[in-house]
Every structure is written in structure tokens, then in C-alpha cells.
């Protein structure tokens, strides 16, 4: 039998712990403001302007931790075409874009796709911005990559204003998983984030193959969160 190192034995307690009550529920209280207020950010070169109900992709967002480990998603080598749902701002849409990635986003607020565009328009970029409920949108086509930021924290009921946080049990989620793969082209990936507010059990899946490619951990808030790659079986 080997050894377990002392490192192993810390990483392993540190994954199975969910976050810290008050300290997460202060961070989510701080995102939901944001997300009240709109504003300008910054991200990646891009200058995108937020309407107030969509998400923003602020320093420490998941939006910037997906930028941030873009090339560990295996997209720094545009491919072909490339799909982002809950687009919100356009970030991660436009960064593909101006990469090369023929790009396309998507969201079920209209507000939100308003915004793209004109962050689109703003930034000098060519990218497709459509509304959609997930792939609704898109029955007739395929895709090399699907990009989704998701809304990580799953629980019971969520109300409207906090759409962009939270996801009912899951839902989204399962509903991702379950038909993301008639939407990828042969050989295609799902690029997704996760987190210990997720719920886990839903990766439990025989019709994916699922690998964990990067991720950050909030040690006071006992927080992680993650970059997982996909590939249908």
C-alpha cells in the first residue's frame, strides 16, 4: 500500500468541504449587488459596459477565472466554431472572436444580448449574439466547442434576481449535460465551470467523459471552484 502524503491528505479534506456558511453567504450577497448596480469593466483588453440584472464580469468573477484559464480549456487554437451559452456581457464570446473562434453567444435575457452586441459593436468585434434557452436556439446546428459559464450555486428555489447566480436543484445543469451532445460537432468538447456549491452527483454520468483542467480555492471560505473539459462516449 502507498504512502499518502501529507499534501493528499489536505487537498482531500479541503474538496469535500462546502463553503463556509456566513463567508459565502456575504460573497454571494456582494455578487447580487454588483449584478444590481451594472457598470464598465475590463477584461481581457475588452471594454464591456453591463446593463444593471446581468451579470459583470468583474475582478474575482467566474467570468474571470474562465479568462484566466482559457488556455488550460485547450482554446487558445481557434478550431473552428464555438458556442457560448448565458453569454450575459459577452465577455468570453468576444475574447474567443478576437482570438479567431467563429464565434456565436447566447442568453434567455434579451437585455443581456442587447448588451453583447453592443459590446460587439464597441470593441470592433464580429461575433453572433442570438437569444435562446439553451439550445433552443440552435437546432439545426453544430459546433466545435460550447463554452458555458454556469450559474454554479444549486438550490431549491431561486428567485428572479438572482438568475445569474443560481440555478433551481440543478437544473441547468442536468439539462446542459443531457443535450449538449447533439449540438457538437465529431470530435467536439463542452469547456464548463463548476464549484463545491454545485451539485456534484449531476457529473455522476456514463455519456461524458469529464476532466478537471483547472481551478482556485478560497481557503477562509472554503470555497473552490473549477474548469472541467468533456467529451461525449
Request: aromatic fraction near 10%; charged fraction near 20%.
Amino acid at each position: 500500500m502507498l504512502d499518502r502524503s501529507p499534501l493528499t491528505t489536505l487537498l482531500e479534506t479541503a474538496i469535500t468541504k462546502k463553503p463556509h456558511p456566513a463567508v459565502f453567504a456575504a460573497g454571494y450577497q456582494k455578487t447580487l449587488d454588483a449584478i444590481g448596480s451594472g457598470g464598465t469593466f475590463t477584461l481581457a483588453g475588452l471594454e464591456l459596459t453591463v446593463p444593471r440584472g446581468v451579470y459583470p464580469p468583474r475582478p474575482g468573477s467566474s467570468t474571470e477565472f474562465f479568462c484566466r484559464n482559457w488556455s488550460a480549456g485547450g482554446l487558445n487554437d481557434p478550431t473552428g466554431s464555438l458556442l457560448e451559452l448565458g453569454c450575459g456581457s459577452g465577455a468570453l464570446t468576444l475574447h474567443a472572436a478576437r482570438q479567431g473562434w467563429q464565434a456565436t453567444g447566447s442568453d434567455i435575457d434579451e437585455v443581456a444580448v442587447r448588451a453583447a452586441r453592443r459590446n460587439a459593436a464597441r470593441n470592433s468585434i464580429d461575433a453572433e449574439f442570438v437569444r435562446s434557452d439553451l439550445f433552443a436556439a440552435f437546432e439545426d446546428r453544430r459546433f466545435d466547442v460550447i463554452v458555458f459559464n454556469q450559474p454554479f450555486v444549486h438550490k431549491p428555489m431561486v428567485p428572479t434576481d438572482e438568475l445569474a447566480l443560481a440555478s433551481a436543484n440543478g437544473d441547468l445543469s442536468r439539462r446542459f449535460l443531457d443535450e449538449a451532445a447533439r449540438y457538437l460537432q465529431p470530435g467536439g468538447k463542452l469547456v464548463f465551470s463548476y464549484s463545491n456549491c454545485s451539485n456534484d452527483h449531476l457529473l455522476d454520468r456514463r455519456d461524458w467523459s469529464i476532466e478537471l483542467v483547472a481551478c482556485d480555492y478560497d481557503a477562509p471560505g472554503q470555497y473552490w471552484r473549477v474548469m472541467l473539459v468533456a467529451q461525449p462516449n
